[in-house]
């Protein structure tokens, strides 16, 4: 008897113990990765208290009426709730309020009358002054480590962190340099990118609560990337878990160099599609020998698998996905899917019409569009504007395009295991990609052996690098008796 069991996932084994011990800190933060809220503002909601000493977090109030006004580049005196006056920059006024951008880098909201234009200079605050304020509350005992870009706080492993690194670290200056020859007005952020990184869950939900199923994201209010190490994940499911959670730092940290060069205002309410589709168009990633980011355009095994399975539960192609995926104000892991498919397509195929598309779209600025019961038709006007109305003629360019590029399926071509159970009164085996499985099918078959025979019964297990091959074993295997 041959089965398949498991629906967890192993990674292929490296060359050296450093990078398996690599693989296994970095599997972090997903359990669906299309579930995540990977463009983050939180919203207001209960808080632990924050630890002695340091003081309660404000909340980034923004007025739902009002009229808009753009900052121009002023500055303002604020409090900086210490009782000392700092120089912050004007983003929006809405109402009776401004958003200003303090010197680390958080957005705050604050009462036109708690503020004053000024004709004092801006100063960025430096990595040092950053640390310090950061270290200045609950994550002082934080390990931190600083490049020519990037600060990262972080309680979790070496390897975690070393994996994180290196992959943001190559990215940035591509990322930077595809916007360049598109002609997009780019520049060097204001001060150092801040990524806080959380060995835990709970440690991660008590900093900030997010909904549940959100392990990483990007916050527009505090602009930090935040993202944790989840090692029963690692347990459960190592080599899946790893190929989608280095996917996850590299789009974070997009729409991190987004927000912060100049691509992206802050707050700017872009179609969403573009938005994170443009992200997993800039994130592919690889575990092949090393962690690694791919490069930009480079095909997301993980997106053309979902793809194809969505494809597969569709009878006839319409347009349907395309006009939803255009118009979505919330996207599923599905729609992450179709967003990077049809971000792909444009980038790939209509180049020049998705870069004008893509200039039109860094217009817009905070806030913009407004009306949320606008929206919709607004996205679906704008993407009309560059690409036209027949979503069906798109859909079938799309779906024929992403057909046509390199794909290795992420879940099939990974190491599974062969697990062989033989007795006197039975002979099975089974493959699983899942270590965690192979332990549980043990003990359940185990179950099924008369116990006159149980001490006798042998179990083997045998790793192969993909399902084909390990399925090929278990037969070759059962019919050799």
Same mark, same amino acid.
């Given at each position: ?5 498991? #629906? ?57 009426? &009002? ?37 680390? &880098? ?51 492993? $070496? ?102 060069? &100049? ?16 992200? $997993? ?11 690694? !980011? ?11 698998? $979902?793809?194809?399975?969505?494809? #597969? ?26 967003? !990077? ?8 195929? #209509? ?11 860094? #217009? ?76 549980? !099918? ?34 070759? !295997?059962?019919?050799?008796?």
């Amino acid at each position: 008897m041959l089965g398949y069991f498991g #629906k967890f996932h192993s990674q292929t084994a490296c060359d050296s113990p450093p990078t398996r011990r690599a693989l296994k800190a970095l599997a972090v933060v997903i359990v669906a990765l299309g579930s995540l809220s990977l463009l983050w503002l939180a919203p207001a909601r209960a808080k632990d208290e924050p630890p002695e000493g340091e003081p309660p977090r404000e909340e980034l109030t923004i007025p739902s009426t &009002g009229v808009v006004r753009q900052g121009q580049g002023q500055r303002v005196l604020v409090s900086d709730g210490q009782g000392e006056q700092v120089v912050a920059l004007l983003h929006v006024e809405v109402g009776d309020r401004r958003l200003v951008i303090m010197p680390s &880098g958080r957005m705050r909201s604050l009462a036109i009358s708690e503020t004053a234009i000024t004709k004092k200079p801006f100063r960025s605050a430096t990595k040092e002054e950053v640390l310090a304020e950061l270290k200045s509350g609950r994550l002082a005992k934080f390990k931190s480590r600083s490049t020519a870009r990037y600060v990262y706080l972080y309680n979790t492993s $070496e390897e975690f962190y070393r994996g994180t690194s290196r992959i943001l670290e190559t990215m940035y200056p591509a990322t930077v340099a595809y916007f360049k020859r598109q002609k997009l007005p780019v520049h060097d952020p204001a001060g150092p990118l801040i990524v806080l990184m959380f060995r835990t869950e709970d440690e991660f939900q008590r900093y900030e609560p997010v909904p549940q199923g959100v392990a990483a994201y990007y916050s527009a209010e505090t602009n930090h990337v935040v993202m944790y190490e989840q090692s029963d994940l690692v347990e459960m499911a190592p080599e899946l878990a790893v190929k989608q959670a280095i996917g996850v730092v590299a789009h974070e940290g997009v729409h991190q160099v987004l927000n912060n060069i &100049g691509v992206q205002q802050r707050l700017s309410r872009w179609p969403l599609w573009t938005a994170e589709g443009l992200a $997993e168009y800039f994130a592919p990633t690889s575990v092949d020998k090393r962690l690694r !980011w791919k490069g930009v355009g480079m095909p997301n095994d993980f997106r053309i698998h $979902e793809l194809e399975s969505l494809l #597969k539960k569709r009878s006839n192609i319409d347009g349907e996905m395309v006009s939803q995926t255009v118009a979505a104000s919330g996207l599923s892991s599905a729609g992450y899917a179709s967003a !990077w498919a049809l971000t792909h397509y444009l980038a790939s195929r #209509k180049k020049e019409k998705f870069h004008a598309y893509l200039r039109e779209v860094a #217009k817009l600025e905070p806030l913009e569009p407004r009306d949320p019961r606008q929206a919709t038709a607004q996205r679906k006007q704008l993407f009309t504007k560059f690409f036209g109305s027949d979503y069906e003629a798109i859909e079938r360019a799309v779906i024929e395009h992403v057909q046509s590029l390199p794909y290795t399926d992420p879940i099939a071509n990974q190491t599974h295991y062969v697990v062989m159970l033989n007795t006197s009164a039975l002979r099975t085996a089974g493959v699983t990609s899942s270590p965690a499985s192979v332990r549980r !099918w043990q003990e359940e078959t185990l179950t099924k052996v008369p116990a006159s025979v149980r001490a006798q019964a042998t179990f083997d297990v045998m790793p192969f690098e993909n399902r084909s091959l390990a399925e090929q074993y278990a037969r070759q !295997w059962l019919q050799s008796r």
